[in-house]
């Protein structure tokens, strides 16, 4: 059979664990056989150590069980189901994820074949069970090399990747590497010409994972509607405290280059006043908020709430941060005013429904674009547009979004530049 294989990477986002049970439980429906690597890039650079196999069996007899397992009894206990630890960050991996793997019988197990029971229950679990990780070396061919050969060792036809741009970037590398990558392995002898032919084209795809919603290419990511109920949640309990000693806050929320969610914040909790990034103040940014407060405090408004995105930059293009509001508002307005930095908070935790939806339709959409793959259709993202689950070229979708992060960067803005109104460059 077909094997699938499903990994999360990069920054979590609540909503993956639903991704992967979807790519898992469709990719089994399909008659594939499913696996998931663990910790992203770092865990399939790893691969597995020799004396494991390549097929880890603490639950041998699960494995395959289909969908019509549901119509039996359901199996409990180790033998039926491994348990994820999951484990973070990039110099710890080591130190922490090999110990806490060791506890589940995955010591030295990156690539982990599952079966239809693994993922029950995932539907609502935060971050991500099959833990995520930042790979240094996944950005040098030779870490690119290792994956392509572990990959192929494992007889994976095709990989499902969910992660954030940086993430779908390396994806997107690998995929246009791939027929250099396997040209050394055969030479290097590392690869049969049977299995160099067998896997002469990858079959990769993206789904989007990311609270900060700023993938070029679709209208959500999967994590950002999460993200901003945690933010409004936590916006809705500072309004009241602000109201009640009449008080300004300043709240600065994720993002990074995008504006998604300090915007859909503001507009959810009826913030005073939001900078994003996107849209640079024309002028003298500390005037033009101050007048709209001033505004504001005379038609009887107690609070004053700012949200600040912590991408977000003047008129220079030079970062706007939360203790300069901050000190505009109590220098010139003579407000009370706190900042609150919201954090890892916004991470997520348990994911709403619509990032649950979101999650299941697109990992149903990726297997059968992995399936449906040829040599000459290009590789593709899973994206949503106007409500419609769809496929972006995933080459398409990396190179807009690197586009608008480095003329951010580098201040190339332009005029050409989409994401400033051309009205404010007057
Ligand atoms: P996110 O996916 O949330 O944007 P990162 O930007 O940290 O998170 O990227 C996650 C991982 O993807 C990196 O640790 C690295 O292994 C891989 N990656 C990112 N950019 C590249 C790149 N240009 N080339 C190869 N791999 C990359």
Known sequence: PTKIAVMTSGGDSAGMNAAVRSVVKMAIFKGCHAYVIREGWEGLVRGND?????????HEESLDAGPESLAQP???GKAAKIKFVPTYGEGELLKEGVSEAETVGLKGRYIVRVGWDDVRGWL?????????????AFREQAGRLKAAHNL???????????????????ADRLRAEWPELIGMLKDNGDITQAQFERYAHLKIVGLVGSIDNDL??????????????????????ISSTAASHSRAFVVEVMGRHCGWLALMAGVATGADYCFIPEQPPHGSWDDAMCDVLTKHKKAGKRKTIVIVAEGAIDKDLNAIKADDIKKVLEDRLGLDTRVTTLGHTQRGGRPVASDRILATLQGVEAVEALLEAKPETPSYVITIRENQVTRTPLMEAVKQTQL??????????DGALALRDPEFDE
């Open 50 to 58: 020799e004396d494991q196999g390549s097929n880890p069996t603490p």
């Open 74 to 76: 359901r199996r409990e």
């Open 124 to 136: 609502d679990a935060g971050g991500t069970l099959i833990g995520t990780a930042r790979c240094a």
């Open 152 to 170: 192929i060792k494992h007889g994976i036809d095709a990989l499902a990747v969910c992660g954030g741009d940086g993430s779908l970037t390396g």
């Open 216 to 237: 070029a290419g679709t209208d959500l990511t999967i994590g950002a509607a999460t993200a901003l109920s945690r933010i409004c949640e936590a916006v809705d309990s």
């Open 404 to 413: 608008v992060a480095h003329k951010i960067e580098t201040k190339d803005f």
